[in-house]
């Protein structure tokens, strides 16, 4: 396996490992880290379990607010805030945790036309 060539970006992508996030204008989960021979990509997981590549050039956002946002200590002892009660609703729409971070490395790739994400 080939090194990643944006540690930045790849570190990143790994800190946010199975959160909610937006990305343009939906909830998904992060669930990796991509690279093609021309750009880096942030993986997600959206409703209904859709993987999607989005450029990290721009159009998403991470939700590190929500963390302790409408904090609560259920009666059966879970913490819950804001980006629990995302987590949980991504989760009922199919947008499952990942048990492991994707990292798919295709530099070779220079995105001909024909190029498709793993």
Not at 15 to 27: A, G, L, R, T, V
Not at 106 to 115: A, I, L, N, P
Request: proline share 2%.
């Amino acid at each position: 396996m080939s090194e990643v060539h944006s540690d930045e970006l790849h570190e990143m992508c790994r800190q946010h490992f199975n959160e909610p996030m937006i990305s343009f204008d939906k909830i998904v989960r992060c669930i990796g880290y991509g690279e093609t021979g021309v750009d880096c990509y942030v993986i997600t997981k959206g409703h209904g379990g859709e993987i999607v590549w989005n450029t990290c050039v721009g159009g998403y956002f991470f939700l590190d607010r929500l963390k302790g946002q409408g904090y609560v200590k259920a009666v059966n002892g879970e913490d819950w805030d804001d980006l629990t009660r995302l987590d949980s609703n991504l989760t009922c729409g199919g947008a499952t945790k990942e048990s492991e971070f994707r990292l798919v490395l295709q530099h070779d790739d220079m995105e001909d036309g024909k190029w498709k994400p793993a």
